[in-house]
């Protein structure tokens, strides 16, 4: 069963045609990696998916429901979350207070005008262990902005876990880190998405290969290419359009 | 260190409480009705705050709400002989939270200079109401109103002015203060907070953000209305001052005086505005100038208003630093 499914997913910016027709799928718990170079599409595609723009025509459907025109907020709600490529956190805020404000919209605790969301211990609680999960148990009073980066990504990592949604939607979640940064994130995005469905948008060859069940290779807006790593590896047609560009 | 912290918040709570509790005995008349229009100020300013200071959410049309806030507590009174008090405070605050769900939901589509721009434009609009529709609002002439007495049950208390009133405006708009205070640690006034941190981020958590500024919207229009109903009260009179631009203006200097960093600058600023004016005011007809021109100097040199200046004076409190709450500007 599917929990995520694009279908014929096309998008134009006033004629341009950005997508030309996009299908594929998403298991409950696979990992799923978009890959393409610049200018394929790759970030159009996220934001259709997490409902930051609507598709000119075709469908995205969530967990058996056409989500195609919902606002990103609903998304949200239904269980599908978003990274950010850059940081978008509250960064004023503690990093406690960062994930707490998705673990209590999950909790449905929104718009309550006498319930204080600090002196509720069981949403504190769930806001610790997601910390926890993403190694910032020691650094919840810390502001976000005086974070390191590799823990501020984490902290982006942690907020979007806050909704603890059925799809994780990653974007470009390696970007900007060092080598060894990297090894800590995909590990850590292994360990974090275990139990739940994860499209990944990525540049970073090494990343997609070794975090990925199955790729899907997009290219001036059509999908190339979908299979394992292996598969994905071994195809000419990606070799031409693609990976030869990553010796660059 | 906290601790202490919190020991001396709560020693300050009750000294100022104490204080206020004993203002009748230690103001003639005279000088308890100014304490007592400060008070009603407080509200005023806090409400205003609510969306500038907690929202980022710059209006020029508060005196909408709280002009609105007092007709509809003449009107009531005028309207229903025989209506108890609290019925007439209860209609004109409701009266006011449906005006400010109207003029939210025409108003919230549209965000900085044009927000604040069509806020302007409703209060010219409600103003032009109060003064055409003489039947109702008394237009030029305004309304004038008996305040019948508040029924204890046991007795029934005249609070329509001296130590009644104070009291009764110290209970009543006090309370709603308090709320407004509390209001600033709950879902609600978090969610506010994070919203003009970060909306992008709020919308993909599952926040409709522009609910959010609508309630935020409506409840600090309805405390604006209450604190006009008691305005009201005061002067046993209302006139389009109360709707005016003047009264849009005089917020607006009070915040901005005290402070929106601070969820007490605005009462500062209300309780400073209300003493320095009736100062000025006794000495010469130009005083609106000598504030004028005291409110660019705060906002040139004291950006943090006065409330921000004692934290600073007071050992660099640094902003936000209370429960994750983040109240101010940027």
């Known amino acids: 069963m599917a929990i995520l499914q694009v279908i014929g997913v096309q998008k134009d910016f006033s004629g341009l045609q950005v997508l030309t027709g996009v299908d594929f799928e998403v298991g409950e718990k696979e990992r799923f990696s978009v890959i393409g170079p610049n200018g394929a599409g790759k970030t159009t595609l996220f934001n259709i998916i997490s409902g930051k723009f609507r598709p000119s025509a075709g469908q995205v459907v969530f967990d058996g429901r056409d989500i195609s025109s919902l606002p990103a907020y609903t998304r949200a709600r239904l269980g599908m979350a978003r990274s950010f490529q850059i940081t978008n956190i509250f960064q004023r805020l503690s990093a406690l207070d960062n994930v707490l404000a998705g673990v209590r919209s999950r909790a449905g605790l929104r718009h309550n005008l006498l319930r204080r969301p600090h002196h509720d211990r069981d949403l504190m609680k769930r806001s610790e262990q997601i910390l926890e999960r993403v190694g910032l148990a020691d650094q919840r009073h810390t502001p976000a902005q005086e974070l390191a980066y590799g823990q501020q990504r984490a902290l982006e990592m942690g907020v979007t876990l806050s909704l603890e949604p059925k799809l994780v939607l990653l974007d470009e979640p390696t970007a900007g880190m060092s080598r060894q940064e990297t090894e800590e994130a995909i590990s850590m995005i292994r360990r974090v998405t275990k139990e739940t469905a994860c499209v990944i948008i990525e540049h970073d060859m090494n990343v997609v290969f070794s975090l990925a069940d199955r790729i899907s290779v997009l290219h001036y807006g059509v999908m190339l290419a979908c299979g394992t790593p292996e598969e994905i590896r071994a195809d000419q047609r990606v070799k031409d359009a693609y990976l030869g560009e990553e010796e660059e | ?330």
């Open chain 2, 1 to 330: 260190m906290a601790s202490q912290n919190a020991v001396l918040h709560r020693v300050g709570l009750a000294l100022a409480l104490a204080l206020l509790l004993v203002m009748p005995w230690l103001l003639g008349s005279y000088q308890l009705r100014l304490f007592t229009e400060a008070v009603i100020f407080s509200l005023y300013a806090v409400s205003y705050n609510m969306l500038l200071g907690y929202a980022g959410l710059l209006s020029f049309g508060h005196a909408m709400f709280f002009g609105w806030g007092a007709f509809s507590f003449a009107v009531a009174l005028n309207h229903f002989p025989g209506i108890p008090l609290f019925g007439a405070v209860a209609l004109a605050m409701a009266s006011t939270t449906v005006m400010g769900l109207v003029v939210g939901v025409l108003l919230l589509r549209v965000k900085g200079t044009p927000f604040a721009l069509l806020t302007l434009a409703f209060n010219a609009l409600v103003f032009a109401i109060g003064i055409k529709w003489h039947s109702v609002t008394g237009g030029d002439d305004g309304l004038s109103i008996a305040c019948p007495p508040l029924n204890l049950g046991f007795t029934a208390l005249n609070v329509s002015h001296g130590a009644n009133l104070y009291f009764f405006t110290l209970v009543i708009v006090g309370a709603a203060i308090a709320f407004a205070w509390y209001f600033t640690r709950t879902a609600m006034g978090q969610s506010v907070l994070l919203i003009r941190e970060n909306e992008e981020r709020m919308r993909f958590l599952g926040y409709n953000t522009n609910v959010s500024r609508l309630i935020l919207f409506v409840l600090s229009g309805a405390l604006a209305g209450l604190a006009g109903s008691f305005y009201a009260i005061l002067n046993s009179f209302v006139s389009l001052d109360a709707v005016s631009i003047e009264m849009t203006t005089k917020v607006l200097l009070m915040t901005f005086i005290g402070g929106t960093g601070q969820f007490l600058g605005p009462v500062v600023g209300a309780f400073f505005f209300t003493y320095v004016q009736n100062y000025l005011s006794d000495l010469t007809d130009n005083w609106p100038l000598i504030m004028g021109a005291l409110f660019i100097g705060m906002v040139l040199w004291v950006p943090g208003g006065l409330a921000g200046l004692a934290a600073k004076l007071s050992g660099g409190r640094k902003q936000g630093d209370q429960d994750g709450t983040l109240a101010g500007m940027e």
